[in-house]
C-alpha cells in the first residue's frame, strides 16, 4: 500500500510540474517537496532564500493541520472531538466554521460542511463503496443544515458529522500563504490534492496552470490558465468514483439536497480567487449549481470559474481586463458562452 500510495505522490508532482509551464524562475536556489497528507499528495516548489526553511515551515504547518485542526478521523484533531461531543472549539477553527456556515447560506445549501455520515453512508472513498436505500439517506440527512456556531461553540445534531473535506485543501494553501507572504524574493507553487497556491514577491509575474481534462489521463488538459498569484481549487467528477453491477458511476461530490452525486450540467469546475478555502468550497458548491446558477455565488465572492461542461464546452467568467487568461489547447473542446 505505501509503496502504491508513493508511486502516485510522485506521479501526481510530476503532474503539478508539467502543469506550471513556461514560468520564468528568476531567483537563484529552488527546492521540489513531495509528502502525503490530508488524505492526498502534497507537492511544493519554491524558489527563493533558503528554500529549504521555507519548505519545511509549510511541512510542519500542513501536518499540524492535518492531525490537530481538520481531520474527522485522527484522535488528536479538534474537529474530531468536535464530532464526538466537545462543544468549544479554538479561535482558529472558529473562524473557519463561521466562514463556512455563511458560505452553506450564501449558496443555498449546495455547500454543506455537515456531509460527513453521508459520505460515511455512501464509502465512495473506502473499500466497499456502496449505493444506500433512501431510507438512509433521508436519516443521515434529516439534520444536517442545523449544525450552529456561536462564538466559539459549536452545536452539533446527533447523528451529524462535520468533514472539512470540501475546504481543508484550500484552507492548507492559505496557511502556506501566511508563511511565504512578505518573504522577498520568493516564488511558490504548491499543490495540496486539487488546491493549488501560486505566489510571487513579485506581483507581476505570472504563472501558467494546465486545466485537467475530465475525460483525458491525469497527465492531460484541456486549457491553459495563466494567472498571477492566486488560490486555484477544481472539484470534478473523474477522481473518485464507482461504478455499481449495472455500471452506473456515482462520484464523490454530494448535492446536499439530495444526498447523491451532484447531477449537474458539468464534469469540472476550476474556481480563481485569493483566498483558498474559498476557492476549495465554491468549487465544490458551483459542481453542484451547474454553470447559471453558480454566477451570483462567484460574483458574491469575487471569484471567477471555469466550467467544463458534459457538452464538451468551456465557459468561463473571465473578461477581458481580468488578471488572468484562459486559452483552450484541446481540439476537443469549444469555447461556450454564457446564457
Known amino acids: 500500500m505505501k509503496k502504491k500510495l508513493l508511486a502516485a505522490a510522485v506521479a501526481v508532482c510530476a503532474v503539478v510540474l508539467a502543469v506550471v509551464i513556461g514560468a520564468d524562475f528568476l531567483f537563484s536556489k529552488e527546492t521540489n517537496e513531495v509528502l502525503l497528507s490530508m488524505n492526498t499528495t502534497v507537492s511544493l516548489d519554491i524558489t527563493g532564500y533558503k528554500p529549504e526553511q521555507t519548505a519545511k515551515e509549510i511541512k510542519e504547518e500542513i501536518m499540524r493541520l ?43 445549501g449546495a455547500f454543506c460542511v455537515a456531509l460527513g455520515a453521508l459520505s460515511d453512508l455512501w464509502g465512495i472513498n473506502t473499500d466497499n463503496p456502496k449505493v444506500p436505500t433512501q431510507a438512509e439517506i433521508d436519516a443521515v440527512l434529516k439534520n444536517t443544515k442545523d449544525w450552529s456556531i456561536d462564538g466559539n461553540t459549536v452545536y452539533i445534531p446527533k447523528g451529524v ?25 520568493i516564488k511558490t507553487v504548491a499543490a495540496v490534492g486539487g488546491s493549488v497556491l501560486v505566489y510571487s514577491s513579485e506581483p507581476k509575474e505570472t504563472f501558467r496552470l494546465g486545466i485537467r481534462d475530465p475525460l483525458g489521463q491525469a497527465t492531460d488538459y484541456c486549457a ?35 444526498g447523491y452525486p451532484a447531477d449537474s450540467d458539468i464534469n469540472s469546475v476550476t474556481v480563481i480567487t485569493q483566498y483558498g478555502y474559498i476557492s476549495d468550497a465554491l468549487s465544490t458548491a458551483c459542481f453542484v449549481l451547474g454553470v447559471e446558477k453558480s454566477l451570483p455565488l462567484l460574483e ?20 477581458d481586463g481580468d488578471s488572468a487568461t484562459l486559452t483552450v489547447t484541446n481540439n476537443n473542446y469549444k469555447l461556450g458562452e454564457l446564457r
Open 224 to 258: 491553459i490558465l495563466e494567472t498571477t498569484g492566486s488560490c486555484v481549487s477544481t472539484s470534478g467528477n473523474y477522481e473518485r468514483f464507482f461504478e455499481d453491477e449495472k455500471g452506473n458511476r456515482y462520484h464523490h461530490i454530494f448535492d446536499p439536497s439530495t
Open 66 to 108: 492535518d492531525t490537530e485542526l481538520l481531520s474527522r478521523t485522527s484522535a488528536s484533531s479538534e474537529l474530531y472531538a468536535l464530532n464526538n461531543g466537545k462543544a468549544q472549539v479554538s479561535d482558529e477553527l472558529a473562524t473557519l466554521l463561521a466562514e463556512l456556515k455563511q458560505i452553506e447560506i450564501d449558496s443555498d
Open 300 to 319: 458574491k465572492y469575487n471569484a471567477e470559474a471555469i466550467f467544463i461542461t458534459n457538452n464538451n464546452e468551456i465557459i468561463s467568467t473571465l473578461s
Open 161 to 185: 458529522k462535520l468533514d472539512m473535506g470540501a475546504v481543508g485543501k484550500g484552507y492548507a494553501c492559505d496557511s502556506m500563504m501566511g508563511i511565504i507572504y512578505g518573504l522577498n524574493h
